[in-house]
C-alpha cells in the first residue's frame, strides 16, 4: 500500500516507479485505487484517474470498477454521515479486492493522500491498509526536519491500527542538498525502527505541465487541431508589452497568454515558428483571452505553425493566475515523463529489500 504523508508529494510518481520495477520481478501484476477523490467518467461509472492512468499505461486487463471501486464524489460525505454505510462500502472493497489479487503475483495499492485522508467516512488510508491486510510504503516530501515530522505524524495513525510500515521513500530531494537529507534523515528514521528505502532526487523535467493539462485546465474553444499537446510548458508569457519585447521574452517552451485583439504580438509569436525550418524558436502554445476571434488570416497563419491554440472568455491576468495555482499530475499521454520515472526510480530506491520482506 503506498500512502504518503501529505497529498502531493509524489505518491503516484513512485508508484509508477515501484509498479515498473516490480514488472520486472512479477509476471502477473494489478494495480487498485481503493478510495478516489479525482476522477472521469467512464461508461457510466466514476473512475479515479489514476486508475485510468495505470490502465493505460500498464496495459492492465482488470476492470475500473475493481481498480476503482470507491470514488468519493460531491455530497457522498454528507450522505455517508446521514445515513452510515460503512459495511457495504467495505463489501465493495474486498470484493474488488479478491478479483484483483486472484491469479496475480501482486498488487500494487494506491492511497489517497496522507495516512488519515477518508475518516470522515471511516475508511481512512490506514483503515483500508489495515482491512485489506497490507503493508505500507510511505513517500515523503524532500528535506529534513518537516519531512521527518511529518513521517512520525503518519506513522502515528497507522501505528494505532497495527499496520505496518515497510519503509520511507523521500520524494523530490534537491541536488544540493541530496547528500545531507539522505544521511540525516535514515538517521532520524532509525531511531523509530523506520527503514529509509531510498531519496529520490527532484527532477525538473517532471514539473512542467504539457499542453494538454493546462489546456484541460483552463477548458475554452480549441482553435487549432491537437498536435502539439504534449508540448511541455517552461514559463509563460503575458502579451503586454510591445512586439519586441515579447520576442525577446519568448523563449522555447513558453506558453502565450494574449488578448486575442492584440493581433501585432500574435504575429510576432509566430515569428519563431514560421521563420525557422527546426522550430527551435517556437512557442509550446498560445491562449487568446478576451473571447474575441482572432481575423481569420491570423487564425490562419497560427494553423500552419502548428502551434496549439485555444480561445477563452476570461482576461490574461485570470487565466495566468489559474495556471500559477494548478497542481501538475502526470498525463496518460505524457510518455517522456513516464519513461523517466521509470528509468531513474530503482536507481534510488531499494525495490529488493521491499519485495523480500512482504511476507516476513
Same mark, same amino acid.
Given at each position: ?9 509524489? *505518491? ?13 520481478? /512479477? ?7 481503493? #478510495? ?10 466514476k473512475v479515479d484517474k489514476d486508475a485510468v492512468l495505470f490502465k493505460n499505461v500498464y496495459s492492465l486487463q482488470d476492470s475500473y470498477a475493481d481498480m476503482s471501486p470507491i470514488a468519493v464524489s460531491g455530497g457522498f460525505t454528507s450522505r455517508y454521515l446521514d445515513n452510515p454505510n460503512l459495511s457495504e462500502l467495505k463489501e465493495i472493497l474486498m470484493s474488488s479486492f479478491s478479483k484483483l489479487v486472484e491469479n496475480k503475483d501482486f498488487l500494487l495499492i494506491e492511497g489517497t493522500g496522507h495516512a488519515g485522508v477518508g475518516s470522515i467516512f471511516d475508511l481512512s488510508n490506514a483503515h483500508v491498509a489495515d482491512l485489506l491486510g497490507s503493508k505500507v510504503v510511505l513517500v515523503s516530501l ?15 495513525? /497507522? ?12 520524494? *523530490? ?17 532509525? @531511531? ?34 491537437? %498536435? ?6 517552461? @514559463? ?18 513558453? %506558453? ?26 517556437? #512557442? ?32 490574461? /491576468? ?18 517522456? *515523463? ?23
Open positions: 500500500f503506498v500512502a504518503a504523508t501529505r497529498q502531493n508529494d509524489g *505518491k503516484t510518481m513512485a508508484s509508477l516507479g515501484l509498479f515498473y520495477a516490480l514488472s520486472k520481478r /512479477f509476471s502477473n501484476l494489478a494495480y487498485m485505487k481503493p #478510495v478516489g477523490q479525482q476522477y472521469q467518467i467512464i461508461e457510466d461509472k524532500g528535506g529534513i526536519g518537516r519531512a521527518f515530522d511529518e513521517i512520525i505524524l503518519n506513522k502515528a495513525v /497507522f501505528d494505532l491500527l497495527g499496520v505496518e510500515i515497510l519503509g520511507v521513500i523521500v520524494n *523530490k530531494v534537491r541536488e544540493d542538498k541530496y547528500e545531507k537529507v539522505s544521511k540525516y534523515i535514515r538517521k532520524g528514521l532509525e @531511531k523509530h525502527n523506520l527503514k529509509l528505502l531510498g531519496c529520490i532526487p527532484f527532477v525538473e523535467d517532471l514539473t512542467f505541465p504539457t499542453i494538454e493539462t493546462i489546456f484541460n485546465n483552463i477548458q475554452g474553444t480549441l482553435l487549432s487541431d491537437k %498536435l502539439g499537446y504534449q508540448n511541455k510548458i517552461e @514559463k509563460c508569457v503575458i502579451g503586454a508589452s510591445v512586439p519586441h519585447d515579447v520576442l525577446d521574452a519568448l523563449t522555447p517552451y513558453s %506558453l502565450f497568454i494574449v488578448p486575442s485583439t492584440r493581433e501585432g504580438l500574435i504575429m510576432g509569436a509566430l515569428c519563431g515558428s514560421l521563420l525557422d525550418s527546426d522550430g527551435l524558436n517556437s #512557442v509550446s502554445g498560445i491562449v487568446l483571452t478576451g473571447g474575441k476571434m482572432p481575423h481569420e488570416r491570423v487564425l490562419t497563419l497560427i494553423k500552419k505553425a502548428h502551434i496549439p491554440l485555444i480561445l477563452v472568455e476570461e482576461d490574461s /491576468f485570470t487565466i495566468a493566475s489559474k495556471i500559477n495555482a494548478m497542481l501538475v499530475k502526470i498525463g496518460v499521454n505524457e510518455f517522456e *515523463k513516464i519513461e523517466k520515472i521509470q528509468s531513474i526510480f530503482e536507481t534510488y530506491v531499494d525495490v529488493d529489500y521491499i519485495c523480500s520482506h512482504l511476507s516476513s
